[in-house]
């Protein structure tokens, strides 16, 4: 296999800045006329290559005149034309597809009778020969003709010029995109859709139209979406002066999606679990992740779309900087200190894990196999990350100004990552450009030490600080980041000094003076609001980690002190004897938080009283035992809940009133129900359990999906009554019965195997639906202890698994496959018996994605 590799990048010779596509869409194929028009930019090449996959080519035609079949070839996916000596021309083909047979959900494919693309990455070479890179941008004109019965919708993107009904109960429309754009944002839709309309007035008075559109039945469901959308532009309008540049706005819910959903130029397609939503068939955690998925999706209009990525190795460019931007809006719409600590936690679980493991990528990679393989936490929050490291650096207004410029400066073109970071360091002195950007040529997480040196006499503070990446591999990791850190020194109980300090060294010595503190030493917290991705060590003792939970404010370091105490606390259990000192101090610490912090947030005091989970652990444990940890974790959540019964009893109480305000009001008493709901039924006390399952038909499915979850591992028969009730409330709706499906699948009975495959087996399992089959997986692998079976049965079985999907579905398969790449941190006989499916699974054939992350897993 041949990688594609940064280093080789060429513009392409020809430049196509007009495209007309013509559909006609018939009973069991689609006849695709494709007219490309060229201008040669390389005058030293007379042949042209395009790209094309499973296109059924008729005729070619170079300006009007048929190609004789000696004037071209197809082979492997590539179309060759030559010899071209004109410098100016036009190539129409015309081929067949057939969008019915194609399972992979990429091009043009069908869902649920409805006609739907997916171009991003490579896909519109499914649909016509293209050069298909992200560098040649051009207008899109397209006609779509169908039979109107089973197609009254015909949607692609841009404004609709034109539409007339044909003979033969057949239509036709033509739709016209202004705006040059590469062939990935390509969209169109067609089929029996139900549209709702709304609009929003820009800043400057323009009148933009907004339909989403769903199928019949669904319409109830979109109002939560189309608020989001609401909200989202006019938060670009305000934060950003961007303002959005067309007529009209389409979204689309489609069934089976791979993804969440999808930025194509002004027809955005959404897996249907993103648009259709309301408090009733969804949680919290989802209506605030929906709301940000539209604004991701919205904001890639400036940042994706007009501004877009010169190739794929800048992909970050504009993924990295839309999750930065959609992490600002919810954190300006709800609470931006949660929304921080969250973001930490999710990127420290996902990305950290990814970057310790045999897949582990710079955010801009060097070469790839598979693009669609490097969709990854490393590329989008990690990218993320490096952005608002950036913005800390340069500060809010240098940030904003070099933001806009970067606008401004690439509108309509294709730019790369370092024209982005150049912009916004254009006038700064401080920060050094190209030792920068090395924090996008590392991979890895790297590893900070600090020391504190304390002359208590002279007051004077001095910090020791180191950086190292451990992992050798890549030559640019031994180079030193800049790493802002923003620290905080405790002088008092309620005095300290905040800063930030720039590490731009290997090793350095911050020397900090008049440090007044009243303790032995000072006490300083590092990383607050966790000002780089990165992991940190310190020679902070134990007593003075309580001590920073009684004295900060900042959420992130509240939560991430807490969380360094029950993974050492986890550690101890698992390899030496529970440190009972350790312990009861943590639990006479939460007591009293519980007790005398009346204004406490309480989505914070969930996470504070939430023992960490088995994905949010396993990465921190150098030898997993992953049976010892499961046990270790349900142990430690009797213990808590045993102790702090009496506390978490009146917080019920306390909270009881609020749960039932509507969304955004309530949703933190709602997170720190289910916490407490947990811990009471793991502590055995029965006086809960009656209560937990009186929600479990509750107009809430916040309240409803939290039972579910803290029943997952009580094992007794209220357990299979509320997976009953909730089944047969919401078997017809598929969004929302995924949820019971990542129930089933996590919990343990016996016979284990026999009741996930009775899942696959189930007449609601939709073989087609991506959702269904990864609610399946991923509660079997990341919730269900007997995955890890020491017979090695569960991996076995999930092994025959991904062999099944592999053929139909090899993107979500080869994400999929990631979850056996920690492997060489596993204990003996998970380890081998790992080992063994993964040589078992590399003996079949795979697709290509499957195929490359397989060997970087052995590798
Ligand atoms: N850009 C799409 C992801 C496309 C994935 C292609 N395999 C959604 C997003 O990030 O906004
Ligand atoms: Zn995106």
Known sequence: NQYIKLEDYKPFDYEIPNIFLDFIIEDKRVIVKTELEFIKKNININSLILDGIDIFVEKIYLDESLLEENNYSIQKNRLLIKPILKETFTLKIVGTIKPKENFSLLGMYESNGIITTQCEAEGFRRISYHSDRPDILSKYKVRIEANKEDFPVLLSNGNLVKANDLKHRRHEVIWEDPYPKPSYLFALVAGKLNCIKDNFNTKSNKKVEINIYVEKGDEKYVKHSINSLKKSMKWDEEKYNLEYDLSLFNIVAIRHFNMGAMENKSLNIFNSKLILANKETTTDEELERIEGVIAHEYFHNWTGNRITCRDWFQLSLKEGLTVFRDQEFTSDLHNRSIKRLEDAKFLRKAQFREDSGPTSHPVRPEKYLEIDNFY?????????????MLKTLVKEENFNNGFSNFISTYDGKAATIDQFVNKILENNKEINNEKFKTWYKQNGTPLVKFKRKWDKEKQILKIQVSQINSNKKNLYNDLPLIIPINIAI?????????????????????????INSKFDSPIISYFRNFSAPIKWETDTTFAEKLLILEFETDYFTIYDTIKGIYKKIICKRIYEEPDINIENKLITTLRSIIRNNKSINLSLLSEILSIPTFSEIESEIKKVDPLKVYKTIDDLNYLFGTKLKVELLNKLKEIDKNITKLWPEGKDERKLIETIWRLLLHSKYEGIKNKVISYIDSNSMTLSKAALNVFTRINCPERELISNIFFNK??????????????????????????????????????????????????????????????????????????????????????????????RQYENPYKRNIIKVLDYIKKNKLSPNTREIIDAILN
Request: hydrophobic share 35%; no cysteine; aromatic share 16%.
């Open 490 to 514: 405790f002088l008092n109980s309620y005095e300290k000094i905040k800063k930030t300090l720039i590490l731009k060294e290997k090793e350095e010595e911050f020397t900090l003076e008049n």
């Open 376 to 388: 990854t936490t490393t590329i989008y929050e990690k990218g993320a990350e490096i952005i608002r």
């Open 730 to 823: 919401w078997k017809h709706n598929p969004v929302v019965l995924d949820n019971w499906f990542f129930f089933k699948a996590s919990i343990e009975i016996n016979n284990n195997q026999k009741n996930i495959e009775a899942l696959f087996k189930n007449e609601y399992f939709d073989v087609k639906s991506p959702n269904t089959l990864k609610s399946i997986l991923n509660a079997y692998v990341t919730r269900n202890s007997l995955f890890h079976s020491r017979d090695g049965s569960g991996y076995k079985y999930v092994a025959d698994k991904i062999l099944e999907y592999d053929k139909s579905n090899p993107i979500v398969i080869s994400r999929f496959l990631k979850i056996f790449s920690t492997f």
